[in-house]
């Protein structure tokens, strides 16, 4: 196993053969999962990012571009629609940076329009992603979401999903699940509930997750937002140093 790399293209730039491994993908880790419907929903899609490992692609995300009228502003909304990353390659962070990467150049094309993440999740941990990282997002567990962030929820996923969107409940429930995870892939831990109220929140709010129920989210795009990353990415890569000299005085 080697260091993913990132790159982003055009849906329609996209060879035979990278179309074939991003389903092979999706077949890995999702049940129900039709190809026909996948290689249709791509086409759906404005773009995509590409992880690769010497060439060979190792995960992806896909993404669309959103606009809503609410407040009396034109707010943009980004969606992220399938996403995997194969399992030897959990941890590395390459795919966060490069979709925080692309948020920035979006926020800077349009830098006085809200910038939103779109994200419809049927596991707990992209709701931690997403919940660990922006400030802003809703819903979440501290307290209700705001008229103006529940229209943009509701609006977004209407425009996303139609009549498959369940705004008194803000989840997606399709007649027929379109693709659940594989069971053990992100079940939660025995105590997790307990520990993390974030998990527990997700989990009541999304209690069909395992059939492939989707909860709608949002979270804003901020100018501090690489900033912050660059910040907590230091703060995690520098806790061993420090530790060391408290190690060391405890040892004289």
């Known amino acids: 196993m080697g260091t993913l790399s990132a790159r982003i293209v055009g849906v329609d730039g996209l060879l035979q053969a990278e179309r074939a491994r991003m389903f ?16 249709a929903d791509l086409a759906n899609k404005d773009s995509v990012i590409l992880l ?33 990353v194969d399992r030897p390659y959990w941890g590395q962070r390459v795919l966060g940076r490069a979709f925080l990467m692309h948020l920035l150049r979006e926020k800077a094309r349009r830098p006085l329009s809200p910038l939103w993440w779109l994200l419809i999740t049927k596991g707990y941990k992209t709701y931690l992603l997403m919940a660990n990282n922006f400030g802003e997002h809703w819903p979440r567990y501290e307290r209700a979401t705001p008229p103006l962030q529940q229209s943009l929820v509701d609006g977004f996923a209407s425009q996303m999903f139609g009549d498959d969107y369940r705004g008194e409940r803000g989840l997606i429930v399709h007649e027929e699940s379109l693709g659940q995870l594989k069971a053990g892939i992100a079940d939660p831990l025995p105590d997790a509930v307990d520990r993390l109220p974030r998990v527990a929140f997700f989990l009541e709010r999304n209690p069909g ?13 901020t100018w501090g937002m690489p900033l912050k990353y660059v910040l907590k990415a230091w703060w995690k890569l520098s806790r061993p140093l420090r530790r060391r000299p408290r190690i060391a005085r405890e040892r004289v």
Not at 60 to 84: N, P, Y
Request: net charge negative; aromatic share 12%.
């Open 24 to 39: 092979a993908l999706m077949d890995r880790y999702y049940d129900s999962v039709d190809p026909a419907r996948f290689h």
């Open 52 to 84: 690769e490992d010497a060439g060979l692609i190792q995960g992806f995300s896909t993404l669309r571009t959103l606009t809503f009228e609410a407040g009396g502003r034109t707010h943009r909304g980004i969606f992220s629609g399938d996403t995997v």
């Open 209 to 221: 997750w395992a059939e492939g129920h989707e909860l709608a989210c949002i979270a804003r795009m």
